[in-house]
């Protein structure tokens, strides 16, 4: 089953309140995150666009809230870069924010208990059929001489093999191309 993660942009559009809120990133925080998006990828920061964001004079939340959106606008890629660098220099804040408790989310717990039923759904009466099946071909092979051998007990058999792996299936089909008295040791005088 594939499952579909939202992109990079739309979790930025998700976490942008959250990581506005005062007090969430410091200032040598977001400087820093401003230094690694401009210095290991000046593709997506310019010095220019990373001086805008690091200047004092205006106010952090402003800086913030701009510099996200600016990365938005660029792509997913600019926007992953971002939670790389916020993961890089606040670890915290990028384990609680919103979108990767969504994630987190998606996939529930699932008991031991639970994942026996999942994987024995069948019951035992599938058991038992297979069995029977399995054991009833094994006995028509063992009972059947080389001189009463059926042609219709031979093509049972060969379609029996078609549902079976590759190595299973050449196995089974040796045994109908040689002669059974090849196949099974004789008892007796």
Do not use: W
């Not at 106010?59 to 997913?76: A, I």
Request: proline content about 7%; overall charge positive; some cysteine.
């Amino acid at each position: 089953m594939l499952r579909s993660y939202p992109l990079y942009s739309e979790r930025l559009l998700q976490d942008t309140p959250y990581l506005t809120r005062i007090g969430r990133l410091s200032e040598r925080v977001t400087d820093r995150i401003i230094l690694q998006l401009n210095r290991v990828y000046p593709q997506i920061l310019s010095n220019k666009e990373a001086e805008r964001f690091r200047n004092p004079q205006t106010p952090l939340r402003t800086r913030l809230s701009d510099l996200l959106t600016h990365l938005h606008r660029k792509g997913d890629r600019e926007c992953q870069e971002f939670y790389r660098a916020l993961r890089n220099n606040a670890d915290k804040v990028y384990a609680t924010l919103p979108s990767r408790e969504n994630l987190q989310r998606v996939e529930p717990e699932i008991s031991p208990q639970q994942e026996k039923i999942i994987l024995n759904d069948r019951g035992p009466v599938f058991f038992l059929a297979c069995f029977s099946a399995a054991a009833g071909l094994a006995f028509l092979l063992y009972c059947n001489s080389p001189e009463t051998r059926s042609n219709g007990a031979r093509k049972v058999f060969g379609y029996t093999a078609l549902g079976f792996g590759r190595h299973i299936r050449n196995i089974l089909i040796s045994f109908l191309e040689e002669p059974m008295s090849e196949a099974l040791p004789r008892v007796g005088p």
